[in-house]
């Protein structure tokens, strides 16, 4: 079986920068760290999420990463290169956090001029742009002025550039910011599809559940420290609990009412049963735990 390659290979990334309130000045802050020895890769083809408060380095890192940033320290690898040509960038999508566009253009005339950038055929231009516009819900909107686009709207107009030229490495910086539910849907069955061909997606969004539902592997960030990095699927399996509801008190149980709960590890309930079973203690119910991204969040940064 053929190894998965990395993509990106990130190690000790250093970024620092330089503040601007004046106050802290005073007090002789003259830089404040965006993120500090860094280290991960990203396999081809993984949709890999990097996950923080606001402020701890998501950003940062995907702006080293494009090449968008200068570095104090550490050295990045995109397609097993340092330095990407403009052939390169060609296969390389991006969603800023914060897009602007010309309020007086219109949609097509936008699409058409990142179409040039991404230097993509004339005969093979037209009908992506369709698709495309089939895609994130924009046909009919052709010749409207961006002026005229709701903030959702924009945000769609946003990750059609992004996916234009059919990417094999995409950067998507909160891609739900603005949408309703049913465009985040949309959102999400439009990454799905993407990774299915074979695109690499970096993701950060703070919508917790998304992550969850999409992700391959899952970065920890926190104050621009790398916490710990997960395949949230298999941590789920490892620490699979089990709750049992009792009729009296054991060892650590918890009293609801009447009740009693005791939290079981996978690799313990049945030994655990056939002790309650020896002990002639009731069972009420057996209940799997759900594990949540957020509850991990939570335990792992704040």
Known sequence: ?????????????????????????????????GVSDVSFDVKEGEIFSIIGLNGA?????????LGLLKLESGTIRVFSKKKLSRKDYYKIGYLPEISYYP??????????YYAELYNIDKVY????????????????RENDRLENFSKGMLQKVGLAQAVLNEPKLLFLDEPMSG????????????????????????????ILSDVEKLSDRIAFLDKGEMKTIIDFNSYQKKNENYVVEIDRYLDKSIKLQDRYFKKVSKDDLNDFLNDL?????????????????????LEKII
């Open 1 to 33: 079986m053929a190894q998965i390659r990395n993509i990106i290979e990130v190690r000790n990334l250093k970024k620092e920068y330089k503040i601007t309130d004046i106050f802290k000045r005073l007090k002789g802050d003259k830089k404040k760290v």
């Open 103 to 112: 309020k007086e253009v219109k949609l097509m005339d936008l699409m058409q």
């Open 179 to 206: 949408l309703d539910p049913l465009a985040r849907r949309m959102v999400m069955d439009l990454i799905l599809r993407l990774k299915k061909k074979g695109t690499t997606i970096i993701l950060n969004t703070h």
């Open 125 to 140: 231009r037209k009908k992506i742009i369709e698709e495309i516009f089939e895609i994130m819900d924009l046909k009919g």
């Open 277 to 297: 079973n020896d002990k002639n203690i009731k069972i009420y119910s057996i209940e799997k735990e759900n594990i949540t991204l957020e509850q991990l969040f």
């Open 57 to 65: 380095g998501k950003t940062t890192i995907m702006k080293s990463i």
